[in-house]
């Protein structure tokens, strides 16, 4: 069944809505938030439940949290945070000061209202929605919760849960409820991807590689961090977007992928300690071609102190690269470095995405308010072959790195 069916199915209401643009990275205000707008769904919204908020600056819940208060997603109202852990006993701990700072301005000045549970919210007035952006081994009760408590559409970040029979599990209930999941996928939506396959598609015979960096510093203490908080690993965290491009735009799965060979020169592998004391083993880079079984090639290089900015590459024929695409662009750079200076100590790469995360949300939530068409938003069957191609691809990728 397609999302549109589903969601005629679920009994969502609609409603007519204006047609908002998208406002620019650098068209909104300066402050801690920007706006006084007191949240409360209107006809044309969807009344949004922010479910796993997380640290300010450091939870990527956090960040969409302020992307909805500042109203840079028009149909989306963010009426409800769902934070069990700094509402509880993570209060006293790292991130919980700054979440009651959060907490008490996103109250008074917009009239979020904040809860330990979806258990907790009354019955929705318009349109509900949920962003499940929370842990990901708490994602299958979180979208049954989800479920219970009337959302229409759920938004659930990547990579969705943490194996493939958890998240085929959750498809099925979902499916059963007539309930939509729309995954986060936001760089299926990435200028500088649209730009490179349009640019690849001229070339004969093209290789296109896809660059994904992140900026931690490159010591035993920051990558254990990552690596615990990340306990899923990389190919199931921070490569797979590239690894839902691979499978939405070149048929990429399991059953097709005739070879895969790691880039030993460039890749590695570390087993540190986080701050538990527990040791994880995972890719601080990685970087690996695959070919299919219809004939194509495609690379993705993951770097986790690699910097702020990822490109793609298109290399011709005879391995030459011929054409390159940062994200940000320099259209785009200048209001990155608005947002470094607004938010100095959030994490670098929700600038760089700033606007894909925006668009992805807008989109999802005016489906939600009236139906239209989330168009280019990764489905829930691409985020499970996603996670079959990441489960297929870890064992065999650390085997050549041993």
């Known amino acids: 069944m397609n999302v549109a069916a589903q969601l005629a199915r679920a009994g969502t209401k609609r409603f007519a809505t204006a047609n908002h643009g998208l406002r620019s990275l650098s068209s909104y205000s300066t402050g801690a938030f920007g706006g006084t707008t007191k949240v409360d769904a209107k006809a044309g919204q969807s009344e949004v439940v922010l479910v796993g908020c997380g640290a300010p600056n450091r939870g990527m819940g956090w960040y969409h949290g302020i992307q909805m208060l500042e109203g840079r997603c028009p149909s989306a109202s963010l009426d409800y945070i769902v934070e069990p852990w700094f509402l509880g006993g993570g209060a006293e701990g790292p991130g919980g000061p700054e979440f009651a700072e959060f907490q008490k301005e996103a109250t008074e000045k917009y009239g979020t209202t904040f809860a330990t549970s979806l258990g907790d919210l009354p019955a929705p007035e318009q349109p509900r929605m949920a962003l499940i952006s929370g842990r990901t081994a708490d994602n299958p009760h979180l979208l049954t919760e989800s479920i ?15 194996t493939v029979a958890e998240l085929e599990q959750m498809q099925a209930e979902a499916e059963a409820a007539g309930v939509p999941v729309l995954m986060g996928y936001n760089k299926n939506v990435c200028k500088y ?9 001229t070339v004969p015979d093209s290789h296109v590689t896809f660059v994904s960096n992140n900026a931690y510093e490159n010591t035993a203490e920051s990558l254990g ?34 070879s895969v060979t790691a880039d030993k020169e460039f890749s590695s592998m570390q087993t540190l300690a986080g701050p538990s004391g527990k040791e994880w083993t995972d890719f601080d880079k990685i970087k690996f071609t695959i070919k299919t079984k219809c004939g194509n090639v495609v690379s993705v290089s993951a770097d986790r102190c690699g910097g702020t900015d990822s490109y793609a590459s298109v290399d011709d024929k005879d391995g030459k690269e011929v054409f390159r695409y940062y994200m940000p662009d320099d259209e785009d750079r200048a209001a990155v470095e608005a947002l470094t200076e607004k938010y100095p100590t959030a994490m670098p790469y929700f ?47 650390q085997e050549q790195l041993k």
Not at 150 to 156: A, M, P, T
Not at 235 to 253: P, R
Not at 362 to 388: H, N
Request: charged share 25%.
């Open 193 to 201: 991807v649209a730009k490179t396959r349009e640019y690849a598609a």
């Open 351 to 397: 600038f760089t995405q700033d606007l894909d995360y925006v668009a992805v949300k807008e989109r999802v939530a005016k489906f939600c308010a009236d139906g239209t068409p989330a168009e280019g938003i990764a489905t829930l069957q691409i985020a499970v072959d996603t996670l079959k191609v990441a489960e297929y691809l870890t064992p065999t990728l």
């Open 225 to 258: 961090e990552c690596f615990e908080r990340n306990a899923e690993g990389m190919l199931k965290n921070m490569a797979i977007h590239e690894l839902a491009l691979l499978v939405s735009f070149y048929n990429v799965s399991v059953d097709n992928i005739e």
């Open 148 to 162: 219970n408590a009337g959302c229409k559409v759920i938004l659930l970040e990547k990579p969705g849960a943490p």
